[in-house]
C-alpha cells in the first residue's frame, strides 16, 4: 500500500456552496495518475473541465483523443481539463497504459466510488432524477468552482471554446444570460 502511494498524489477541489440554481461542487479527493498536485490543482484564473470516462467505453477513447489534440485551445483560453477515470482505482495499471497508447497527456485522475456517487447526484438533480451519469460526460466549472455547463456524449470542441468564452463572471451576468 506504501508503494503505490508514492506513485499517486491527492488532488483535493474547494467547496463550494450555492443556490437552488447553480449546483454543488464538493470537496474530493483523487489520485492523480500522471502529473503532481501543484500542476493538476485548478486555480481561481482557470476554468475547468471536469471529464468523465472510463476504458471500456469506445466513445470515451475517441472523446479523449478529440481533447488531447486541442489541448493547446484549452491551454490559450485558460481552460484546464481534468479526465476523470470512472474504472475500479485498482485498476491503475490498466488505465495508465490506456493512456499512453492512445496518447493522451492530459491530467488523469483515478476517481472514487464516492467521486462518482456525487457527481451522477449532482447529475440526476440537473436532469429531474431520471438519468444516471452516462459516459463520457463533462462539467464546464467557472472561477468558482460552480458548474455552468454539462455536456453529454461527444463534445466539440468549437462548442467548448464559445462556451468558454460566454461564461459570466458576475452574478447578474448569469441572471442575464439565463433569461436569453
Known amino acids: 500500500?506504501?508503494?503505490?502511494?508514492?506513485?499517486?498524489?491527492?488532488?483535493?477541489?474547494?467547496?463550494?456552496?450555492?443556490?437552488?440554481?447553480?449546483?454543488?461542487?464538493?470537496?474530493?479527493?483523487?489520485?492523480?495518475?500522471?502529473?503532481?498536485?501543484?500542476?493538476?490543482?485548478?486555480?481561481?484564473?482557470?476554468?475547468?473541465?471536469?471529464?468523465?470516462?472510463?476504458?471500456?467505453?469506445?466513445?470515451?477513447?475517441?472523446?479523449?483523443?478529440?481533447?488531447?489534440?486541442?489541448?493547446?485551445?484549452?491551454?490559450?483560453?485558460?481552460?484546464?481539463v481534468l479526465c476523470l477515470n470512472l474504472d475500479d482505482p485498482q485498476d491503475a495499471g490498466t488505465v495508465r497504459s490506456f493512456a499512453t497508447k492512445e496518447g493522451i497527456s492530459l491530467p488523469i485522475l483515478l476517481a472514487t466510488q464516492e467521486v462518482a456517487g456525487v457527481y451522477n447526484i449532482i447529475y440526476r438533480y440537473l436532469f429531474d432524477r431520471r438519468r444516471d451519469l452516462a459516459l463520457p460526460t463533462s462539467f464546464l466549472l467557472n472561477r468558482d468552482a460552480m458548474i455552468v455547463k454539462v455536456y453529454q456524449g461527444t463534445l466539440e470542441p468549437a462548442r467548448l471554446l464559445d462556451d468558454v468564452r460566454s461564461v459570466p463572471d458576475t452574478p447578474a451576468g448569469f441572471l442575464q444570460k439565463a433569461c436569453l
Open 1 to 80: 500500500m506504501a508503494a503505490s502511494r508514492k506513485k499517486s498524489s491527492v488532488c483535493r477541489f474547494p467547496s463550494r456552496l450555492g443556490s437552488s440554481s447553480r449546483c454543488l461542487l464538493q470537496t474530493f479527493h483523487c489520485r492523480i495518475s500522471r502529473e503532481t498536485p501543484s500542476s493538476s490543482t485548478p486555480s481561481a484564473e482557470n476554468l475547468v473541465l471536469l471529464h468523465f470516462w472510463a476504458t471500456a467505453a469506445p466513445s470515451c477513447a475517441s472523446q479523449l483523443r478529440l481533447l488531447q489534440k486541442h489541448r493547446a485551445d484549452w491551454a490559450s483560453r485558460n481552460l484546464r
